[in-house]
């Protein structure tokens, strides 16, 4: 029975097409593996000049393009920000105001502290912005190249700003 099955299985089975009887002959075999199905995908570009797919490299970076890439990262890094201090509410022993007073004698200046806030303020405000310019264009506006990129620009600006702002005036 198996010797059976392993035969229909390597000739394929064809019942629709009557003029070809029960076995298919133009079935692909299957005692190929992925490695010499790999090489023989190769070599016929190989013989036939197709180039190798396209590479990050070779694209001119844009606007767009860098702005979907950060937004996907803030997204993903505010979230796994929010979750680890979660974890860490719910695991940690003493309180909040015991590790910040930790933080306060650490005795970093005043521009590391800033800096560190405008690291914690950049990707929120970014993130908060850059996702109002995708509710703009869930209404259907501001889809033609100038506007993308004038949106672009001035959501890394305002990012800039109310990061800033965030840093070194709260």
Known sequence: ???LLRTFARQGVCLSRQHYGVFYRHAAPMGTTAKEEMNKFWA???KLNRPMSPHLTIYNWSVPMVMSITFRGTGVGLSGAISAFA???LVLPETYPHYLDLIHSLSVGPYLIGLAKFGL???VSFHTLNGIRHLWWDLGKGFSIPEV???GYTVIGLSII???AVAFLL
């Open 1 to 3: 029975m198996a010797l």
């Open 44 to 46: 016929k570009n190989n």
């Open 87 to 89: 974890l860490a509410a």
């Open 121 to 123: 303020a950049f990707p």
């Open 149 to 151: 990129y004038r949106s």
């Open 162 to 164: 109310t990061s800033l």
